[in-house]
């Protein structure tokens, strides 16, 4: 088992249906029987899980690792789109090929896919890349790639823009709507510039 996903061991009850708290998240799981062994679906799950029942009746949860934003406590979550920058589009195209590029990966071996970038003032990259060595016919190995950048304002430097839009966590409404009209805050709001 790869030492970096989080095993949590609960045995169930006779009735192969609970539910039950772990690292301070509710977990809801509805057992479904596909082939011979039983396997778990989990509802109002904050985190990716994957989770199967071993022979012996215990339910083993596994923490993956999803290509998605997240943060400590991911208060919001939400869309990002950007526009490649002129430095790094100037050569002909505008994909992750050119940020594979600029990184210097070794595409011989490593195939990029996506790209994170965590944090603030000292933002963290890293590339999200399909290990063509590790890789079978059957699955992709895909490896989250740290990177070392000495430049800290790299976002002028990858984007040339870029957008994001954020909701509270739970919002499933406000994110599936248009907006109506466009509007000025100072238009409703008294600012500095009018006293």
């Known amino acids: 088992m790869n030492k970096n996903i989080k095993m949590l061991v609960y045995t169930l009850t006779k009735n192969r249906k609970c539910s039950l708290i772990c690292e301070h998240m509710s977990f809801v799981l509805l057992p479904f029987r596909p082939k011979s062994h039983y396997t778990y679906k989990l509802l109002a799950v904050n985190e990716p899980l994957a989770c199967f029942l071993t022979p012996s009746m215990t339910l083993l949860i596994l923490k993956t690792k999803k290509m998605k934003a997240s943060t ?7 869309y990002a789109a950007a526009d490649i920058s002129d430095y790094l589009g100037s050569g002909g195209g505008d ?3 050119r940020m594979a ?3 210097k990966l070794d595409t011989t071996r490593f195939k990029i896919v996506g790209i ?3 944090g603030t003032e000292d ?3 890293s590339l999200y890349c399909v290990d063509k060595k590790q890789s079978t016919d059957e699955k992709e190995h ?3 790639m740290s990177v070392h950048i000495e430049e800290k304002n790299i976002l002028p430097v990858l984007f040339k823009r870029l957008h994001i ?3 509270d966590k739970y919002d499933k409404k406000y994110p599936e709507i248009d907006y109506d009209e466009e509007v000025r805050f100072s238009d409703f709001h008294e600012t500095e510039d009018d006293d």
Not at 72 to 78: A, I, L
């Open 123 to 125: 933002p963290h990259v």
């Open 72 to 78: 400590q406590y991911t208060d919001f979550t939400g």
């Open 142 to 144: 895909i490896v989250s």
């Open 101 to 103: 590029k600029f990184f």
């Open 165 to 167: 839009v954020l909701h």
């Open 95 to 97: 994909d992750l090929a």
């Open 116 to 118: 994170s970038i965590y």
